[in-house]
Nanobody, 123 residues
């Protein structure tokens, strides 16, 4: 019903910035909440940031003050501006969407997922 495609990942030095984009297609009218998660090798998928259609946001403590999530409801897109990147931010970043309204910090409630984009931060 919904397809999500991430872009914008790449290799950057510590202290640098990247902007990730997620384009949604299909039955996007039920994408009430969209978020970003990340997964490093050998680790569980972890929450990064989430946003609803009204612009309410929530962030993981590890990225507060450095990352900003935003969305464009007309374009059916969500973005993640990442500043002051650290080597520990290295991971595959996934875009996710769900119909229910809660700003969930866990992967299980999300209905749709992108295939991920690699972010590598070197020192």
């Amino acid at each position: 019903q919904v397809q999500l495609v991430e872009s914008g990942g790449g290799l950057v030095q510590a202290g640098g910035s990247l902007r990730l984009s997620c384009a949604a297609s299909g039955r996007t009218f039920n994408n009430n909440v969209m978020g970003w998660f990340r997964q490093a090798p050998g680790k569980e998928r972890e929450f990064v940031a989430v946003i609803n259609r009204s612009g309410d946001r929530s962030y993981a403590d590890s990225v507060k003050g450095r990352f900003t999530i935003s969305r464009d409801n007309t374009k059916n897109a969500v973005y993640l501006q990442m500043n002051s990147l650290k080597p520990e931010d290295t991971a595959v970043y996934y875009c996710a969407a769900k119909a229910s309204y809660g700003l969930s910090r866990y992967p299980s409630p999300y209905d749709y997922w992108g295939q991920g984009t690699q972010v590598t931060v070197s020192s």
